[in-house]
């Protein structure tokens, strides 16, 4: 009896000792937090259409790979228990050495293309717990620059010295979906690794004639970055 006695104070006193550091740690999480990241963006191929080419009246439908490009972002959220909340501002840069046009003839031509990305976003996050390793998960949604700048032969004449054929964007609202790990280095501080699918759906824009092109603009992202609670 003696002994059990002993042993419920012993339980009683770690408890009682645990409960502060259990709350300094849930309430170092909460409030102010600042985030930056680097990013490895991996966008889908992407099909695409120029209108009046190769002559008025027809479309040109093109195939564009994409090559994995890298990118950035920064954040400023607050933190309410297990839920946070975010703005975000980031950006992503890919390029594209060819394309193939599905016009006669149809083939492979050389490209010098970039692709741009500038997004603000507002997203959410449920954090599901405050151990060693913390998974969350998270929706975003806001709005997407997209600046086009395409550089290379005319889809009739792939022989033809390069030109430029399109340089110009598009604005559209954009959605993230986001799954990922924090580590705290400490009580402030954590190292990120999430994964992030990012679409801005079809950008509309034009070619240097004033002819209207379609292209997508979705893939996905790995994000590689620090947190900081204020």
């Known amino acids: 009896m003696r002994n059990m006695s002993k042993k419920t104070a012993l339980i009683a006193l770690l408890c009682a000792s645990a409960a502060p550091m259990a709350a300094a740690k849930a309430e170092g999480l909460d409030g102010w937090y600042a985030s930056a990241s680097a990013t490895l963006s991996v966008l889908n191929d992407t099909g695409g259409t120029i209108a009046n080419?190769?002559?008025?009246?027809?479309?040109?439908?093109?195939?564009?790979?994409?090559?994995?490009?890298?990118g950035g972002q920064l954040a400023l959220g607050h933190s309410f228990g297990s839920f946070r909340v975010e703005g975000e501002f980031g950006?992503?840069?890919?390029?594209?050495?060819?394309?193939?046009a599905i016009v006669p003839p149809?083939?492979?031509?050389?490209?010098?293309?970039?692709?741009d990305a500038l997004r603000g976003m507002v997203n959410g996050y449920y954090d599901f717990s405050y151990g060693s390793v913390m998974?969350?998960?998270?929706?975003g949604v806001?709005?997407?620059?997209?600046?086009?700048?395409?550089?290379?032969?005319?889809a009739p004449?792939?022989?033809?010295?390069?030109?430029?054929?399109?340089?110009?964007g598009d604005t559209r609202f954009a959605y993230q979906l986001m799954g990922g790990v924090a580590v705290p280095l400490s009580e402030d501080v954590a190292l990120t690794l999430q994964y992030r699918w990012f679409d801005a759906g079809t950008v509309e824009a034009h070619d240097v004639?004033?002819?209207?092109?379609?292209?997508?603009?979705?893939?996905?992202?790995?994000?590689?970055?620090?947190?900081?609670h204020l």
């Open 53 to 70: 080419a190769p002559m008025p009246g027809s479309t040109v439908r093109l195939e564009n790979p994409i090559a994995a490009g890298y």
């Open 91 to 100: 950006f992503s840069h890919n390029t594209q050495d060819h394309y193939i």
């Open 106 to 115: 149809t083939g492979t031509i050389p490209a010098d293309v970039k692709d």
């Open 135 to 139: 998974p969350y998960v998270g929706a």
């Open 142 to 154: 806001g709005i997407a620059r997209i600046d086009i700048n395409f550089f290379a032969p005319r």
């Open 157 to 168: 004449f792939p022989m033809e010295a390069p030109r430029q054929l399109i340089k110009d």
């Open 209 to 228: 004639r004033g002819e209207r092109i379609t292209r997508d603009h979705a893939g996905h992202n790995v994000d590689f970055g620090i947190r900081i």
